[in-house]
């Protein structure tokens, strides 16, 4: 639409606004895909390794635990 009303005479303003308008409109988007990035990098990868992080420690807690309450529950057996 912006090439064929900076042809024309009459509506050539018309016609670079609407560039000037498109490249605007570009340059924002690369902006909020590079925001995108960088809050994917700095925080949900961060987030991610804590939670895996968490989660192992979790799971061995649990093993932990169990080891601890079936050696209780056969010492109480033997009783």
Do not use: P
Request: charged share 30%; with cysteine.
């Amino acid at each position: 639409m912006g090439e064929l009303a900076s042809e024309s005479q009459g509506s050539k303003e018309l016609g670079d606004v609407l560039f000037q308008m498109a490249e605007v409109h570009r340059q924002i988007q690369n902006q909020l895909e590079e925001m995108l990035k960088s809050f994917h990098n700095e925080l949900l990868t961060q987030l991610e390794q804590k939670v895996e992080l968490d989660s192992r420690y979790l799971s061995a807690a649990l093993k932990k635990y169990q080891t601890e309450q079936r050696s209780k529950g056969d010492a109480l057996d033997k009783c």
